[in-house]
């Protein structure tokens, strides 16, 4: 056994040390030597492609680099790993450093396909590089409306007024508005970044994607037509919307689209930056109520399995109180659930899912008290088994009890 692990060391060495890389169609692909390797009989060897992430979320920036690099000194002790930098701006948020800007809507990098805030992204990679952490991208979708105007926004449809309006945000499943988001994401991947962390806003709710072309493809595709009557059933007595069976196969369409989209967005910004990793925003019922996610969000986990590399997994505690008007103690234990299901989808890589940590009440914009996250952390038994974001910074994060847990 020794033996045969030697020889696979040597020829690892001996053929990375002769291999060059090329763009030509007959060059080795790499994963799939990987995987043949996996497969061997050799014992106590293990490939792991996906690094367990300790990540935090940051909204905004301090006001100067000082605090900021005093802030990363202490994360750095505490055990995160990774920071995950907002570099969009959607008009109303608050802007990093806290700087005036006329500029009500942009990003936070350099490109010539939208309005540049400031290249904030530029300051702060060197400086979390040389605290040696992983650093990713936190960036907008289908609200990267920055070409005044023209591209194609969504259509949706209201069952209870029974009329047709251009909702918030572009149509994902346009072609030329994918076109725009990649070169928008080829630029963000231009920078020496970890990954890209794709805000929610790239998901479709349930009565969105009414546009022309998309009911074309859909029945070109599938045989089937598309018409409101045919997707929601409305009583009038205000008991709200159900759905015909034929809105679920419109859904599954869509998320399968989507799906599409992001496995393209993926491969084109890996020829840029082979090393990336994507991340996808989903909600906490993508695990727990999959059918509910579908209906509304067009969330499929299974469709992403093999596109994204992290999934993103809003399991933010307080939001699910209110969500779901249950107590604090079945919040956990839910939460809880919801660890063992992740886990039940990625058994041999559970830190494909990135599990974020609520500490601030969105309501009330306060922070949540650290006997509270303390208990949510230990009662989510198997947790640590998974990557874990705490979102969002600020407010402070509870030091203390997150050293506990983040270090080894």
Do not use: C
């Amino acid at each position: 056994m020794h033996k045969l692990m030697k020889i696979i060391v040597a020829f690892l060495i001996s053929f990375l040390a002769i291999i060059q890389p090329t763009k030509s169609s007959y060059a080795l692909d790499f994963d799939e030597i990987l995987k043949d390797i996996q497969n061997l009989p050799v014992e106590k060897i293990s490939f792991k492609k996906y690094e367990k992430l300790r990540a935090v979320q940051i909204f905004v920036l301090p006001k100067t680099p000082d605090e900021l690099e005093a802030q990363m000194k202490i994360w750095k002790e505490v055990g995160i790993n990774t920071l995950i930098l907002r570099v969009f701006h959607n008009e109303g948020d608050r802007y990093h450093f806290f700087l005036n800007s006329d500029i009500k809507k942009g990003v936070y990098f350099k490109t010539y396909k939208a309005p540049i805030i400031v290249d904030a992204l530029a300051y702060f990679i060197p400086l979390a590089k040389k605290y040696g952490f992983k650093v990713f991208a936190w960036m907008t979708t289908r609200y990267a409306d920055f070409k005044n105007g023209t591209l194609e926004k969504v259509i949706a449809y209201s069952p209870e007024k029974k009329t047709y309006y251009t909702a918030k945000g572009l149509n994902i499943l346009s072609d030329e508005v994918q076109k725009y988001i990649i070169s928008l994401y080829l630029d963000l991947s231009a920078y020496p970044i970890d990954g890209i962390l794709l805000q929610d806003d790239l998901f479709l709710r349930f009565n969105e994607g009414f546009d022309h072309k998309s009911i074309l493809r859909f029945k070109e595709e599938t045989n089937l037509d598309v018409t409101p009557e045919m997707l929601f059933n409305t009583n009038g007595n205000g008991n709200g919307i159900k759905y015909n069976e034929h809105f679920w196969k419109w859904r599954k369409w869509k998320s399968k689209e989507i799906a599409k989209f992001v496995s393209n967005l993926s491969k084109e910004v890996k020829k840029i930056n082979p090393s990336i990793n994507i991340a996808v925003n989903l909600t906490y019922e993508s695990i727990t109520h999959p059918k509910g996610a579908l209906a509304w969000l067009a969330h499929d986990i299974n469709e992403f399995k093999n596109v994204s590399d992290y999934f993103s997994l809003m399991a933010y505690h307080r939001q699910i109180m209110d969500e779901l008007k249950i107590s604090l103690e079945d919040t956990l234990d839910y939460l809880d659930n919801m660890v063992e299901k992740s886990i039940e989808y990625f058994p041999e890589e559970p830190e494909r899912v990135l599990f974020k940590i609520q500490i601030k009440d969105w309501k009330t914009n306060q922070a949540i008290d650290e006997k509270e996250i303390k208990r949510l952390i230990h009662s989510t038994k198997n947790l640590k088994k998974m990557s874990i974001a705490i979102v969002p910074y600020p407010p402070e994060i509870p030091y203390e009890t997150v050293k506990d847990f983040f270090i080894d």
